[in-house]
């Protein structure tokens, strides 16, 4: 199985916990999630964000809809989690979202470690585009929802 790395950085400037609260609540991923995918959260809320939680999601993946299912098995507020796929579209899905108190903010670090079925045919011209899409769009929603002036 062949790993690939994506590692995406934003300024946001707000206080650490004022970020990572934004972050513990599942239902605001949403809000940061491109609606190309069609985006859902399953799970009934409030989720309770801690480590073993599971998260269900429901979402469309160049037009084919799919279940997605996630574990938090890292959680340490404020600085930072980890989610990892249990059920999904990609093989792999390892993604640690780190937060650090920087002048001016608070540096939101997105690390994602992931594989796909068939590699060698859609990485390159499908996968990897799609996922540097997510996160560019993310940082966007970021700054937009916390950029300067928000208050």
């Known amino acids: ?20 609260g934004f972050f513990a609540d599942a239902g605001n991923l949403q809000a940061i999630t491109p609606p190309w995918l069609h985006f859902a959260i399953v799970t009934p809320r409030p989720i309770e964000m801690r480590e073993g939680a ?32 249990l059920r999904g579209p990609y093989r792999l899905w390892w993604h640690e979202h780190e937060f650090r108190e920087v002048s001016g ?10 594989a796909v079925p068939m590699d060698r045919l859609v990485h390159r011209w499908l996968v990897r585009p799609d996922v ?20």
């Not at 037009?63 to 507020?77: A, L, N, S, Y």
Request: net charge positive.
């Open 54 to 85: 599971l998260i269900d999601y429901r979402l469309r993946v160049r037009g084919v809809p799919m279940r997605w299912r996630t574990r938090i098995v890292r959680w340490t507020p404020p600085h930072g989690f980890v989610d990892e796929q």
């Open 105 to 114: 903010g608070t540096l939101a670090t997105d690390r994602v470690r992931y």
């Open 132 to 151: 540097e899409r997510i996160f560019e769009y993310r940082k966007r929603a970021l700054l937009q929802r916390f950029g300067a002036g928000a208050g």
């Open 1 to 20: 199985m062949r790993e690939h790395e994506l590692r995406a950085e934003v300024t946001i400037p707000r206080p650490i916990e004022e970020v990572f």
